[in-house]
């Protein structure tokens, strides 16, 4: 299969699986798949190619929220957020792939998702706490849904990505010649 293609059908394959999994949970505040898949296809693809289907994928989610779109402070920092945890994917590739025992990829990939979850939490916390407001207020009643997320994401990091980085880092499959699929039909 054409590279450019793999890497398409593997983003547009892997983002659809992540809104059809985060639709039915939008009812359970901050548990979501997004920034796991966001993150995978950085470190499947670098990070410039994490970054734009983290960006365009979650001005999309951000967008056609079934809760109703963010306000735009607050949606412009959920597209940055999320795009980079496309970039972070792309920049620990050269650390992942050094890591051979399974107990220390589980952590590090727990780690990792810690830090985008904190990272994406503390923008558009401080975005809605600035526009919102009073700013303390909202940011510490912040805290409990951030907290869901981080452990949320620290458990589908640790849990998923040892899988979903060996499964995105397989070569292609080779195509199946005219004549043997011919003759199978038969």
Do not use: C
Request: no cysteine; net charge positive.
């Amino acid at each position: 299969m054409n590279p450019a293609l793999r890497r398409l059908a593997q983003s547009g394959g892997l983002v659809a699986a992540a809104f059809a999994l985060k639709y039915p949970l939008v009812a359970i505040p901050n548990v979501e798949p997004l920034t796991l898949v966001f993150f995978a296809l950085g470190y499947a693809h670098g990070p410039l190619w994490g970054a734009g289907i983290g960006a365009v994928s979650e001005l999309i989610f951000a967008t056609l929220n079934p809760l109703g779109p963010s306000l735009p402070p607050v949606w412009l920092t959920q597209i940055v957020g999320m795009s980079l945890a496309g970039v972070a994917g792309g920049l620990i590739r050269p650390l992942w792939t050094r890591i051979e025992r399974k107990g220390t990829k589980i952590l590090v990939a727990a780690v990792f998702g810690i830090a985008v979850t904190l990272i994406f939490d503390l923008l558009t916390n401080l975005s809605f706490a600035v526009v919102i407001g009073p700013f303390w207020p909202v940011m510490i009643a912040a805290i409990p849904f951030a907290a869901v997320h981080v452990a949320s994401n620290a458990l589908l990091f640790a849990s998923v990505f040892p899988i979903l980085s060996r499964w995105l880092a397989r070569p292609s499959h080779p195509v199946v010649p005219a004549e043997a699929s011919s003759s199978q039909v038969s």
